[in-house]
């Protein structure tokens, strides 16, 4: 099993729509967890993050944690065209100097006009 | 401020030629990680380092080399390119503080072919 398992998609959505993505984890060592987003022909860069179980709200977007089922969500409300985008998931644990993270494979979202 | 910049953004090379990838920050960064991102495989850690003069193996080290003599800078060698390592390579930093969200920050990524 990996330690981190993603949705591989294609994803594709109407604008408007409600979008969830979703990543499993095996490691219950990690404690903090990210979504990155990676335009086409770009480097990722960092999304959002929460630390621990729960819920964080961005303006249209929401991670959601939950530790017992080993499970992270980053739902987009009203998406847009310019959301379409390669999604990965990250995470870490709190500890070890390398701070490695480690990614699933990432989804790709098409948000259609 | 740049942030992280990678050299060069595209490359052909042919089997068995030989290459070096730069990597430099103008953030002030401990750490830096060099990754590979192949259709399907997602992000895969090919090497980093938590300091000026420190490298360690990633997830997929074989064939590869680096070195980071200055801390700004991480570099990344091929001696020997192989058709396998046909892929998009980033590079990424983070400040030195263990314990906290590891945000890493990527460059733009070097498109690499090898025939």
């Avoid at chain 2, 850690?45 to 200055?70: F, M, Q």
Wanted: hydrophobic share 30%; glycine share 10%; aromatic share 12%.
């Amino acid at each position: 099993q990996k330690e981190v398992e993603q949705d591989p998609g294609p994803l594709s959505v109407p604008e408007g729509a409600i979008v969830s993505l979703n990543c499993t984890y095996s490691n219950s060592a990690f404690q903090y967890f990210m979504w990155y987003r990676q335009y086409s022909r770009k480097g990722p860069e960092l999304l959002m993050y929460t630390y621990s179980s729960g819920n964080k709200e961005d303006g249209r977007f929401t991670a959601q944690v939950d530790k017992s089922s080993k499970y992270i969500s980053l739902f987009i409300r009203d998406s847009q065209p310019s959301d379409s985008a390669t999604y990965l998931c990250a995470m870490n644990p709190p500890t070890g100097a390398s701070s490695k993270l480690t990614f699933g494979k990432g989804i790709t979202l098409s948000v259609r006009p | 401020n740049a942030g992280v910049t990678q050299t060069p953004k595209f490359r052909v090379l042919k089997t068995g030629q030989s290459m070096t990838l730069l990597c430099a920050q103008d953030m002030n960064h401990e750490y830096m990680y060099w990754y590979r991102q192949d259709p399907g495989m997602g992000l895969r850690l090919i090497h980093y380092s938590v300091g000026e003069g420190t490298t360690a193996k990633g997830e997929v080290p074989d064939g590869y080399n680096v070195s980071r003599l200055k801390k700004q800078n991480f570099l990344l060698g091929l001696e020997s390119a192989a058709p396998s390592q046909t892929s998009v390579y980033f590079c990424a930093s983070r400040p030195g503080l263990a314990g906290s969200p590891s945000e890493q920050y990527f460059g733009p990524g070097t498109r690499l072919t090898v025939t």
